[in-house]
């Protein structure tokens, strides 16, 4: 919470004036995956592996970065549409 929030804050205030399109566009390039990377590294901090071990997993790209890829935007991607289309900025 403590690193999310704050990035959540400033992301959500940069795409605050972008349409519909680009705003789902910009959170599936750039806040899904940095959202994604932050949650392994977190998730590796708390199983109290290496800094180089979870290095090594976030830069990997294998079959696990694909399933993960695709089930955060089979969540994500409907509740993010909601969100952008049809709540006002200030509820987000």
């Not at 349409?19 to 392994?40: E, Q, T, Y």
């Amino acid at each position: 919470a403590l690193v999310v929030a704050p990035l959540s804050l400033v992301f959500f205030n940069f795409v605050e004036n972008l349409s519909v399109p680009a705003k789902l566009l910009f959170d599936l390039v750039v806040g899904g995956p940095v959202l994604n990377v932050g949650f392994v590294a977190a998730l590796g901090l708390l199983r109290g592996q290496s800094l180089e071990s979870i290095v090594a997993t976030v830069s990997s790209v294998d079959q696990f970065w694909v399933a993960l890829v695709l089930a955060s935007n089979k969540v994500w991607l409907p509740a993010k549409v909601f969100m952008y289309g049809f709540l006002p900025a200030r509820y987000w």
